[in-house]
């Protein structure tokens, strides 16, 4: 062996640790696992948090929306000293009907025909509820009548 290819294995072998034990560097299955499970834990704790405020403000939404209809509806009222029957509907707020006199809508800036969950808002005039009035309610976060996640304009909140 040449004086050359001497220097140049020893060269190699302090490259790649020769006469050394070669460990692999990463993880091992175990430690991949733990980080897994850690991961997991935290989204169950956080992940729902996350859902309730998006449905609280889904729930804020929709009182906004029923309130502000009712401004509007009430100025409807003034000018034409009626509600819009119910098939009329919250659209008179934009559209006049055709026997509405004094009518001086449009009294929204923009039509909100349904409640965050993608429900059409329900209007009664006469109301049920209110009957000197009207009724304006949302199913809530379930899309059904009935129970205590519905959202009106007759309940104290």
């Given at each position: 062996?040449?004086?050359?290819?001497?220097?140049?294995?020893?060269?190699?072998?302090?490259?790649?640790?020769?006469?050394?034990?070669?460990?692999?560097?990463?993880?091992?299955?175990?430690?991949?696992?733990?980080?897994?499970?850690?991961?997991?834990?935290?989204a169950?704790?956080?992940?729902?948090?996350?859902?309730?405020?998006?449905?609280?403000?889904?729930?804020?939404?929709?009182?906004?929306?029923?309130?502000?209809?009712?401004?509007?509806?009430?100025?409807?009222?003034?000018?034409?000293?009626?509600?819009?029957?119910?098939?009329?509907?919250?659209?008179?707020?934009?559209?006049?009907?055709?026997?509405?006199?004094?009518w001086?809508?449009?009294?929204?800036?923009?039509?909100?025909?349904?409640?965050?969950?993608?429900?059409?808002?329900?209007?009664?005039?006469?109301?049920?509820?209110?009957?000197?009035?009207?009724?304006?309610y949302?199913?809530?976060?379930?899309?059904?009548?009935?129970?205590?996640?519905?959202?009106?304009?007759?309940?104290?909140?």
């Amino acid at each position: 062996m040449t004086m050359v290819e001497k220097r140049w294995r020893e060269m190699l072998g302090r490259a790649t640790g020769a006469g050394r034990p070669c460990y692999a560097s990463g993880f091992t299955l175990v430690e991949l696992l733990l980080v897994l499970v850690i991961l997991a834990v935290l989204a169950a704790v956080v992940v729902p948090k996350f859902t309730k405020r998006s449905e609280q403000a889904r729930v804020a939404a929709a009182t906004t929306d029923i309130a502000n209809l009712g401004t509007a509806l009430d100025a409807f009222e003034i000018d034409t000293g009626r509600y819009p029957s119910s098939d009329e509907g919250i659209k008179a707020l934009m559209e006049q009907p055709s026997n509405a006199k004094d009518w001086k809508g449009p009294y929204l800036k923009r039509l909100v025909l349904n409640d965050p969950w993608g429900n059409p808002y329900i209007y009664r005039s006469p109301g049920q509820h209110n009957p000197s009035g009207y009724d304006l309610y949302s199913f809530g976060p379930d899309g059904q009548e009935g129970g205590s996640d519905d959202i009106d304009n007759w309940s104290q909140r």
